[in-house]
């Protein structure tokens, strides 16, 4: 069961705490559509096809929140963008020039309407002002694998560390014991393959955790106690 938890009032969030939750989010779509990919991308090419729009859509909201720190960033990402990918990819060029590259110019090119027309073709099927669409799922993953990873090694270090230290994507990565994936090292694999930034997200994850194991290890030492 699916059961909502409502508050009295409306709230909004600050960019950390929807930085946070989008994280969480965003890591998860990653690795499912990844897997889902990797598994079998026949029969699924339209929930691909979703997920993949999913992943770059959250990954660029992500990279705006935690640069710009605005206080109503719920309210500010709905408002201003809504699902207009191609106006999320320019406010984050102005950050990164790597989303202003043209394989990431070309992906977001026809993503350019705040109500998101494409989008709405891509999840249901059918849309008032749009006949269909064509694409090439084997095209779209390497610039989806590049949004994603970019988006995240791009942030500031003190926010980026912060936030994606707790996320499952890192704890799947470095084999943490909070890990809960079932198949840790296929998973890792599908991960992997064809996708030219994961060495990258790896080197990242693995430096983190060293250097919070290193922590662990100081703090421990001068309060003269044995490192968990």
């Known amino acids: ?15 950390f705490m929807f930085s946070a939750g989008l994280m969480l989010h965003v890591c ?30 959250k990954s660029l909201k992500l990279h705006i929140a935690v640069h710009s720190k605005t206080q109503n960033a719920l309210s500010e990402m709905s408002s201003t963008y809504g699902h207009n990918v191609e106006a999320l990819r320019e406010a984050c060029a102005k950050y990164s020039s790597v989303f202003d590259e043209p394989d990431v110019r070309a992906f977001t090119k026809d993503l350019n309407d705040k109500d998101g027309k494409l989008y709405q073709q891509l999840r249901y099927g059918s849309q008032q002002t749009t006949d269909g669409f064509s694409t090439s799922l084997d095209n779209l993953l390497p610039v989806v694998d590049k949004i994603f990873v970019r988006s995240i090694l791009l942030l500031p270090e003190d926010s980026r560390k912060l936030l994606f230290f707790v996320s499952p994507l890192k704890s799947l990565l470095v084999r943490s014991r909070f890990d809960q994936t079932r198949n840790p090292g296929l998973i890792i694999d599908l991960l992997r393959v064809g996708n030219d930034h994961f060495d990258d997200l790896l080197r990242y994850c693995e430096q983190i955790e060293r250097e919070h194991a290193e922590l662990v290890f100081k703090l421990a030492a001068a309060q003269g106690r044995p490192a968990t």
């Not at 069961?1 to 960019?15: G, N, S, V, Y």
């Not at 779509?29 to 770059?56: C, F, H, K, N, S």
């Open 1 to 15: 069961m699916l059961t909502r938890k409502p508050t009295p009032q409306r709230q909004d969030k600050d960019w």
């Open 28 to 57: 998860s779509d990653y690795i499912g559509m990844r897997t889902l990919y990797q598994l079998e991308p026949l029969t699924t090419a339209t929930t691909l096809a979703v997920l993949m729009l999913d992943v770059v859509e």
